[in-house]
Protein backbone atom coordinates (compact mmCIF):
# COMPACT_ATOMS: atom_id res chain seq x y z
CA UNK A 1 0.00 0.00 0.00
CA UNK A 2 1.55 3.41 -1.07
CA UNK A 3 1.08 5.93 1.18
CA UNK A 4 0.56 9.72 -0.35
CA UNK A 5 2.88 12.16 0.51
CA UNK A 6 0.98 15.67 1.09
CA UNK A 7 2.72 18.63 0.60
CA UNK A 8 1.45 22.72 1.03
CA UNK A 9 1.59 24.28 -1.87
CA UNK A 10 1.87 27.48 -3.08
CA UNK A 11 -1.51 28.08 -4.10
CA UNK A 12 -2.71 27.17 -0.52
CA UNK A 13 -0.26 29.83 1.20
CA UNK A 14 -1.22 32.09 -0.69
CA UNK A 15 -5.02 31.54 0.30
CA UNK A 16 -3.99 31.63 3.79
CA UNK A 17 -1.97 34.73 3.85
CA UNK A 18 -5.29 36.11 2.49
CA UNK A 19 -7.72 35.00 4.63
CA UNK A 20 -5.78 35.66 7.52
CA UNK A 21 -5.34 39.59 6.38
CA UNK A 22 -8.60 39.64 5.69
CA UNK A 23 -9.33 39.07 9.32
CA UNK A 24 -6.60 41.48 9.94
CA UNK A 25 -8.46 44.32 8.63
CA UNK A 26 -11.77 43.28 9.93
CA UNK A 27 -10.26 43.71 13.44
CA UNK A 28 -8.08 47.08 12.33
CA UNK A 29 -4.86 45.14 12.74
CA UNK A 30 -1.39 45.20 11.24
CA UNK A 31 0.11 41.99 10.54
CA UNK A 32 2.86 39.80 9.54
CA UNK A 33 2.35 36.50 7.88
CA UNK A 34 5.12 33.61 7.62
CA UNK A 35 3.82 30.23 6.47
CA UNK A 36 6.69 27.44 6.24
CA UNK A 37 6.44 23.93 4.92
CA UNK A 38 7.09 21.13 7.43
CA UNK A 39 11.14 21.58 7.30
CA UNK A 40 10.62 25.17 8.58
CA UNK A 41 11.77 26.50 5.11
CA UNK A 42 9.65 29.51 4.31
CA UNK A 43 7.08 29.35 1.83
CA UNK A 44 5.50 32.59 1.81
CA UNK A 45 5.82 35.83 3.10
CA UNK A 46 3.77 38.99 3.71
CA UNK A 47 3.78 42.30 5.61
CA UNK A 48 1.27 44.64 5.63
CA UNK A 49 2.02 47.97 5.67
CA UNK A 50 2.06 49.91 9.50
CA UNK A 51 3.88 47.70 11.24
CA UNK A 52 7.06 47.02 13.28
CA UNK A 53 10.44 45.10 13.33
CA UNK A 54 10.05 42.73 15.87
CA UNK A 55 6.77 41.57 14.43
CA UNK A 56 8.60 40.71 11.22
CA UNK A 57 11.00 38.47 13.02
CA UNK A 58 8.03 36.81 15.82
CA UNK A 59 6.13 36.00 12.36
CA UNK A 60 8.86 34.08 11.12
CA UNK A 61 10.05 32.58 14.73
CA UNK A 62 6.17 31.60 15.78
CA UNK A 63 5.94 29.94 12.10
CA UNK A 64 9.02 28.09 12.87
CA UNK A 65 8.25 26.47 16.07
CA UNK A 66 5.37 25.05 14.73
CA UNK A 67 6.79 23.91 12.03
CA UNK A 68 9.59 22.23 14.07
CA UNK A 69 7.06 20.69 16.51
CA UNK A 70 3.29 19.97 15.21
CA UNK A 71 1.72 21.97 17.94
CA UNK A 72 0.71 25.48 18.37
CA UNK A 73 2.59 28.04 19.84
CA UNK A 74 0.25 28.96 22.33
CA UNK A 75 -0.33 24.98 23.46
CA UNK A 76 3.47 24.44 23.78
CA UNK A 77 3.62 27.68 26.04
CA UNK A 78 0.78 26.06 27.97
CA UNK A 79 2.79 22.56 28.02
CA UNK A 80 5.41 24.22 29.29
CA UNK A 81 4.27 25.97 32.58
CA UNK A 82 3.31 22.29 33.43
CA UNK A 83 7.23 21.15 33.14
CA UNK A 84 9.69 21.53 35.88
CA UNK A 85 12.21 24.79 34.86
CA UNK A 86 10.10 26.00 31.90
CA UNK A 87 12.64 23.89 29.90
CA UNK A 88 10.93 25.27 26.17
CA UNK A 89 12.38 28.56 27.37
CA UNK A 90 16.05 27.50 26.69
CA UNK A 91 15.17 26.59 23.34
CA UNK A 92 16.93 28.91 20.80
CA UNK A 93 13.97 29.84 18.39
CA UNK A 94 11.29 28.88 20.19
CA UNK A 95 8.68 31.41 20.57
CA UNK A 96 5.83 30.91 23.56
CA UNK A 97 3.61 33.21 22.32
CA UNK A 98 0.07 32.25 20.67
CA UNK A 99 -0.10 33.27 16.67
CA UNK A 100 1.92 29.98 15.29
CA UNK A 101 -0.18 26.93 14.15
CA UNK A 102 1.08 23.59 12.49
CA UNK A 103 -0.60 22.93 9.31
CA UNK A 104 -1.72 19.54 9.70
CA UNK A 105 -3.81 17.04 6.90
CA UNK A 106 -6.92 15.37 7.98
CA UNK A 107 -4.97 11.93 7.99
CA UNK A 108 -2.40 13.41 10.57
CA UNK A 109 0.55 14.79 8.03
CA UNK A 110 2.60 17.71 9.03
CA UNK A 111 2.97 19.80 6.21
CA UNK A 112 3.69 23.30 7.23
CA UNK A 113 2.89 25.88 9.69
CA UNK A 114 1.68 29.53 10.13
CA UNK A 115 3.24 32.31 12.07
CA UNK A 116 1.50 35.79 12.75
CA UNK A 117 2.81 38.68 14.43
CA UNK A 118 1.88 42.41 14.61
CA UNK A 119 -1.10 42.16 17.63
CA UNK A 120 -1.61 40.79 20.87
CA UNK A 121 -0.99 37.20 20.60
CA UNK A 122 -4.89 36.39 21.04
CA UNK A 123 -4.84 38.53 17.64
CA UNK A 124 -2.17 37.21 16.22
CA UNK A 125 -4.19 33.60 16.68
CA UNK A 126 -7.30 34.56 15.26
CA UNK A 127 -5.73 35.41 12.35
CA UNK A 128 -3.71 32.39 11.77
CA UNK A 129 -7.35 30.03 12.60
CA UNK A 130 -8.80 32.42 9.98
CA UNK A 131 -5.59 31.22 7.55
CA UNK A 132 -6.19 27.14 8.51
CA UNK A 133 -9.73 27.23 7.89
CA UNK A 134 -9.29 29.05 4.45
CA UNK A 135 -7.39 25.44 3.33
CA UNK A 136 -9.43 23.36 5.49
CA UNK A 137 -10.75 21.45 2.36
CA UNK A 138 -7.51 20.76 1.24
CA UNK A 139 -6.62 18.88 3.64
Known sequence: MT???????????????NAAEAKAFEKNIK???????N??????????????????????????TSASMPLSTKDL?????TLPNSPYLAVPGIVLLEG???IITKDGQHIGSIGISGATPALDGECAQAALEAIDVDL
Open 39 to 64: HGNLKYYRRMDGNNFISVQMAQLKAL
Open 100 to 102: GLP
Open 77 to 81: ALRNE
Open 31 to 37: IVIAIMD
Open 3 to 17: HLVKALSLDMSKRMA
